[in-house]
């Protein structure tokens, strides 16, 4: 049993390989600095010390699948023996030039924005399915609060459904408040590790809480309870919800981080431009202001959205003064 193999910046992720056979996994549920705490398959948790020796080269992050040892009811006798290949992770640069992997082993980035109090900003959601598109991560976009939607918001929402459809991504408006569309939310998330983000005030936790969720966790304090007392959690934790979904929590993540984008390959994570860019004149053309550019042309005859355009120049140009 090795480290996990280095997810490379590609669009497409290969799956892993299947989990070792006739072995006990567990996931990360969360990290500390002396451990780990995991999530065992019966729903329980446990703390382990990560042995460094071991796994030389790995730094474990929430998500992770990991082989276990030991009585899985009698925690204390529990220890790692392996850790599973990663199948994506979502990373953010540290300053220092490094990576930090935020998660691992994410099956739906959700999107979580409202319509209304505080209003829907196409930029935010942008960015964030650039983000997921980057790390392989499928993306769904829910939009709460259609419970006050106003004359106008049904093309506001239908414009949003077409364009994330081009893009790849899901698509449902939801109200937290009357239960709108909220049974369809949970059957799509069902038996899926979920990732979110979304602007203060949205409905996060009142999502969360409707999913059966712990709400007390989802405060974005930074100390989890477990058996052993108290620990301070680095980052991400992992809250079980109905339905075999599971939420990673981000403590201090509002949005998806784009930083690990190069600005020159942006461009991929904006998947229905692909097939114009071979219509471009320059075959190294980045879709802003070169010539017969093919991505522009099909933003003017309204085969890409122009709002999906402009948030990708918007990008371009963030990412290029970095
Ligand atoms: N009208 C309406 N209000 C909602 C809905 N969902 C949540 N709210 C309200 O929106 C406000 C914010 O909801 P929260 O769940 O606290 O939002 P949050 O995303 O967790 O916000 P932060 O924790 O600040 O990031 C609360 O007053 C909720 O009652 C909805 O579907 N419709
Ligand atoms: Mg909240
Ligand atoms: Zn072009």
């Known amino acids: 049993m090795g480290s996990p193999r280095r997810v490379h910046h590609q669009i ?23 451990g780990a705490t995991l999530l065992l398959p019966d729903g329980t948790e446990a703390d382990v010390r990560i042995p460094g020796r071991l796994f030389l080269g790995w730094i474990p992050a929430t998500g992770d699948r990991v082989v276990v040892d030991g009585a899985a009811d009698k925690p204390g006798t529990i220890r790692l023996a392996g850790v599973e ?19 691992a082993n994410i099956d739906v980035a959700l999107v979580f924005v409202s319509l209304r109090d505080p209003a829907l900003r196409r930029g935010f959601v942008d960015r964030c ?34 364009d994330c459809a081009r893009a790849g991504a899901g ?8 239960g709108s569309g909220t049974d369809a939310l949970r059957r799509m998330l069902e038996g899926r590790t979920v990732v979110m983000s979304g602007p203060s005030g949205a409905g996060k936790t009142s999502l969360a809480k409707l999913l059966g969720g ?38 201090g993540l509002r949005v998806f981080p784009i930083d690990q984008i190069p600005a020159d390959r942006l461009h991929e994570c904006f998947r229905e431009f692909a097939p114009h860019s071979p219509f471009c004149r320059f075959r190294d053309c980045r879709h802003g202001a070169e010539p017969e550019c093919g991505v522009r042309a099909a933003v003017e005859r309204g085969e890409v959205s122009s709002v999906r355009y402009e948030s990708y120049l918007e990008l371009f140009a963030e990412l290029s003064e970095a």
């Open 12 to 34: 497409h992720h290969p799956r892993s390989p299947p989990l070792t056979p006739g072995k006990t996994h567990a996931l990360i549920s969360s990290v500390h600095r002396r």
């Open 129 to 162: 399915l650039a983000a997921a598109a980057w790390h392989g991560i499928e993306s769904l976009v829910a939009v709460n609060k259609i419970d006050l939607a106003a004359e106008g918001d049904d093309e506001v929402l239908h414009d949003l459904a077409q």
């Open 171 to 178: 698509c449902l408006g939801i109200s937290c408040r009357d």
């Open 85 to 103: 290949p990663r199948r994506n992770t979502l990373e953010r640069a540290t300053g220092d030039g490094g990576t930090q992997v935020i998660a």
């Open 214 to 251: 712990r709400d007390d966790l989802l405060t974005g304090s930074v100390s989890l309870r477990t058996g052993k007392g108290r620990h301070t959690t680095v980052g991400a934790r992992m809250i079980p919800l109905g339905g075999g979904t599971i939420l990673i929590d981000t403590p």
